[in-house]
């Protein structure tokens, strides 16, 4: 299988309990290899922009809100199969309902703050990398 790539970001609930550490030493351990990451803060214009696909979305303006309340980290990550698999480390949306021994399920606090995203698509994974990374930060 071809080595490719994720976009992943540590919610600012998962930042905010210092989960930071252990969320990517969960990844590391996945066998993920971290490309680019920064420590930023999103504006609600800017978590607005980011997740534009959901404006239609009753929870929208609450997730811009949410995404926004403080420090996130932005991620690209490689690895054979990178998105399918990070999905099935991080879990379902729902902590409650996501798998024993996921990300979600061991450090997300409910629905909406749920302590990672994962990219659904190679494509939105290539557009949210250059949402947050130059092609000089991508090595
Ligand atoms: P993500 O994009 O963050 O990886 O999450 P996902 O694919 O599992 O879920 P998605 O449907 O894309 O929703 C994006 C984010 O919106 C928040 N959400 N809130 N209140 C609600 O019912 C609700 N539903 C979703 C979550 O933060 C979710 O990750
Ligand atoms: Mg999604």
Sequence with gaps: MATNRTFTMIKPDAFGANNTGNVLAMIEAAGFRLVAAKITRLSEERAGQFYEVHKERPFYGE?????????????????????????????????????????????????EANAVHGSDSDENAQIEGSFFFSNLEKF
């Design 63 to 111: 997730l811009c809100k949410y995404m926004s309340s403080g420090n996130i980290v932005a991620a690209i990550l490689e690895k054979e199969n990178a998105v399918e698999d990070f999905r099935k480390l991080i879990g379902a949306t729902n902590p409650k309902d996501a798998e024993a021994g996921t990300i979600r399920a061991k450090y997300g606090e409910s629905i």
